[in-house]
């Protein structure tokens, strides 16, 4: 008896109604939790770049690679002195990738006692994150929302100069 009623209850139109609700619903909700993550991503990837600002300079001061030079270090060299975590020291954590080196300047050591540049790109643009980040020495974190591609020999990485179509982040 009860069965019946079920059955008469749910017809295939009405069915069909819920299944297009589901539909509409998820339709309208996918975009919001697609920003959330985004933005959650980008959030972290801030951190991480504070991370290894914060990572540097205790590389650096405390010589902690042990070569006799307060100099910058790179994500592995990061890594083998403990001062990222293990994750970040992959280069990919929560979306984005990660790449920090000192500064190589002229090509004399001088340049990685003094400067060192950070770069976050989203491992998809638009995907993973909406923003690609970039930090120098300064600390001060950079936006752009173009993949950024750092390039041999270019001023950011031989300087460490953030470029002018980069925003300071609030
Ligand atoms: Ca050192």
Do not use: H
């Not at 933005?39 to 990572?55: K, P």
């Not at 293990?86 to 003094?114: C, H, N, V």
């Not at 491992?123 to 120098?136: H, I």
Request: aromatic content about 10%; proline content about 5%; charged content about 20%.
């Amino acid at each position: 008896m009860l069965m019946r009623c079920f059955r008469a209850a749910f017809t295939l139109i009405e069915l069909m109604v819920v299944v297009a609700i589901i539909t509409i619903v998820v339709a309208i909700a996918l975009p919001t939790v697609m920003e959330a993550r985004k933005s959650g991503n980008e959030g972290n990837a801030v951190g991480s770049l504070r991370t290894i600002a914060a990572g540097q300079a205790l590389f650096r001061e405390a010589d902690r690679d042990g070569d006799g030079l307060t100099d910058y270090g790179n994500l592995a060299e990061l890594a083998a002195a403990d001062v990222i975590d293990q994750i970040l020291a992959t280069g990919t954590k929560a979306g984005y990738r990660f790449e920090t080196e000192p500064a190589i300047g002229d090509g004399s050591p001088d340049w990685r006692l003094m400067m060192y540049y950070s770069v976050a790109n989203p491992r998809k643009m638009d995907v993973t994150g909406n923003r690609a980040y970039a930090s120098n020495y300064s600390g001060v974190i950079f936006y752009t929302q173009q993949l950024y591609v750092v390039v041999p020999g270019s001023d950011l990485q031989k300087y460490a100069i953030i470029p002018p179509e980069m925003y300071p982040i609030k």
